[in-house]
């Protein structure tokens, strides 16, 4: 029942961002988006307000996050498609460092500017707990959509269509029957309650809550407005919560009654999370587990509770009481290793991780095939890896992003862990001279050789050539696919893949008669071009990173 996921877990909809303070508010539809200046990947300092008089898309996403990695290549499909009608794409990275959004802004092909909020001043202002969360701005700095889950291209299309030609977005069906189920169960609940009939109320509920929750985490689940169908499902919970209480009051004292008491906590702790309301929430979902205590649905929102809370402690004790709970379980101790984390307890935190992968481990062997497991344990070497890179020992994680990407091969862990490591370790590309080394060109006439540059890197990335040491009035450009950029250039590589690029040298005045160019290789990644003219004479370094 639980819609929000712990940090760094996984789930169809969102996952919680670092919190914030519970006096903000997500800008509602209407209303200014408040400015901001953030630096970004290159470096500049980008405004907000600095895009007035054009369509933005603010896309708040981490790298770690499932459902902001499966929305980003609609996002840069989109951002291709819109560019030239005035809409800018903009995306917030949530506390990451600068060198592992570099690598997975290059390995999606992202084009539009990142911006880094490295001490989560932005997501505060804007209250952003649950990522992805996107909104589009109009031209006049005025928040005209905004959704809390993973977007799609035909959806953001659809909002983007309306905008730009001065209209709001409509309301879609999936919305529209989304408002029919919780409105009429709502009723139908309500109307058995107030009749004194519990046992028809949960029947209704329950069923129309399996009906929204599947929407909600469903295909069509991008075109639903998640903070308006939260509201409502939160009404049906809240009235079927009620069904319940009466129910364990008729069947009181049975066991029966207990399990709807519990089923009652469990229903008001979630919609007191929903609410931002922790401390409600904590106190719920805490009646639940003392009424259920091997439920651990209980123990999920307990712990989320209090980690909203800043509880790190309380959060550590539940997470561990989970894990006596269900210690077959890997998520169980992958959970408390978060929770020590959050303590800086890394060793408590790399024990637990151990004993998940452990478990994982014993899974495999017992069902070769299930890659369930396989997945499992490459997500516990990912997260020991990330425990010592918090324990500030990145060199010791290098060794175990490789184990997690060999374990789970071709999945979402084996992407995160390549990225991770090449953050860590960037691989340097590989430049070679290509076909002839040297020529001699008439006076001032510009003279062309060739290198070619290879990917190294496991994953598709973007490689950046510069050239230093250019003596004064010459220019060295990088050309290619009929683009020639002088002194420095980024081109984009798959993996194991090599691109020829031409070096052309041109002199801006007189050289004093002919000249010559010469290319050496001076290691993996570098190429020396020396220029020698009676009135120039330089080494120029051109380098790969």
């Not at 509770?305 to 402690?313: P, R, V």
Request: net charge positive.
């Amino acid at each position: 029942m639980m819609r929000r996921a712990l940090r760094w877990a996984f789930t169809a909809l969102a996952c919680v961002a670092a919190s914030s303070s519970a006096h903000a508010s997500l800008p509602p539809v209407g209303k200014d988006a408040p400015d901001f200046a953030l630096r970004s990947l290159s470096g500049q300092q980008l405004a907000l307000d600095a895009l007035r008089g054009r369509i933005v898309v603010l896309n708040f996403f981490a790298t770690w996050c499932p459902p902001c990695r499966a929305e980003t290549p609609d996002l840069v499909a989109l951002d291709r498609k819109y560019r030239s009608r005035g809409v800018v794409f903009f995306g917030v990275d949530d506390k990451e460092s600068p060198q592992l959004v570099r690598v997975f802004a290059s390995v999606k092909g992202i084009g539009y500017p990142i911006v880094l909020d490295s001490n989560g001043e932005v997501e505060e202002t804007y209250d952003i707990r649950s990522i992805p969360t996107t909104l589009v701005i109009d031209k006049s700095g005025i928040v005209r959509y905004r959704n809390v889950q993973q977007l799609d291209a035909p959806t953001l299309s659809h909002v983007l269509d309306a905008i730009l030609s001065g209209r709001s977005p409509q309301t879609t069906p999936t919305e529209s029957a989304f408002d029919a189920i919780a409105l009429e169960a709502t009723k139908r609940i309500n109307a058995a309650v107030a009749a004194h009939n519990p046992s028809a109320a949960i029947t209704a509920g329950t069923v129309a809550l399996k009906r929204l929750n599947g929407m909600q985490n469903g295909a069509h689940q991008a075109q639903l407005d998640f903070s308006q169908s939260t509201k409502e499902l939160d009404g049906l919970q809240l009235a079927l919560a009620n069904a319940y209480r009466l129910s364990a009051r008729a069947d009181a004292p049975t066991g029966k009654a207990r399990t709807d008491a519990e089923k009652e906590a469990l229903l008001r702790g979630q919609v007191a999370t929903d609410r931002e309301q922790f401390v409600a929430a904590l106190r719920a979902y805490s009646e639940a587990v003392a009424l259920a205590p091997l439920d651990t649905a209980a123990y999920d929102g307990e712990y989320l509770a209090a980690y909203e809370l800043h509880q790190y402690g309380a959060a550590e004790s539940v997470a561990r009481a989970e894990a006596q709970v269900a210690p077959g379980n890997p998520e169980s101790w992958y959970t408390l290793a978060s929770a020590l984390n959050d303590l800086k307890e890394f060793a408590g935190a790399a024990a637990a991780e151990r004993r998940g992968i452990a478990i994982a481990r014993s899974m495999l062997l017992k069902h070769p095939s299930a890659k369930t497991a396989a997945y499992e344990i490459g997500r516990g070497y990912l997260k020991m890896a990330r425990t010592e890179i918090l324990a500030g020992k990145a060199g010791a994680a290098v060794a175990l992003l490789r184990r997690s990407a060999a374990a789970a091969p071709d999945t979402i862990v084996q992407q995160q862990a390549d990225e991770q490591r090449l953050a860590l370790v960037p691989a340097r590309p590989d430049l070679r001279v290509a076909g002839r080394a040297e020529l001699t060109s008439p006076a001032s006439t510009p003279g062309q050789l060739y290198i070619s540059v290879k990917n190294t890197a496991p994953s598709r990335r973007g490689i950046e050539l510069a050239a230093a040491h250019v003596p004064k009035r010459w220019v060295l450009s990088f050309c290619y696919a009929k683009v020639c950029d002088p002194f420095r250039s980024t081109i984009t590589l798959d993996p194991g893949k090599s691109l020829r690029v031409e070096l052309k040298v041109v002199p801006l005045g007189p050289t004093g008669g002919p000249w010559r160019m010469n290319l050496a290789r001076a290691g993996a990644d570098r190429v020396v071009v020396d220029v020698t003219a009676k009135y120039a004479r330089a080494s120029i370094v051109v380098t790969g990173s």
